[in-house]
């Protein structure tokens, strides 16, 4: 199992940004396409940003514009660069691989979004 280390999270205003950060181990990490995602109490984790090795990016429709995901893959590293934050964006964000068989979910970073 990879580790993955997720920070960056903390309170902001409606409007404010953020830049989250997971920090894996291991050369592993540069052979897979990396997630970010998010859940809410009584929700499914959903995958909000993915990157593969090569840098594809794909977003959910929600955070297209606001939300940019990259990677470091010499610091085994994922960031994900959130704007425009909206109340909606409240929610614990986690790193992982973008499908399965998926890592040893991190304890993740909370974002909340309140004025």
Known sequence: QVPLVESGGG???????LRLSC???????????????RQTPGKQRELVASITTGGRITYVDSVK???TISRDNAKNTVHLQI??????????YYCNTERPPYWAWGQGTQVIVSS
């Open 65 to 67: 514009g606001r939300f």
């Open 83 to 92: 704007n425009s934050l909206k109340p909606e964006d409240t929610a614990v």
């Open 11 to 17: 309170l902001v205003q409606p409007g404010g940004s």
């Open 23 to 37: 920090a894996t181990s291991g050369p592993i990490f540069t052979f897979y396409t990396m997630g970010w995602y």
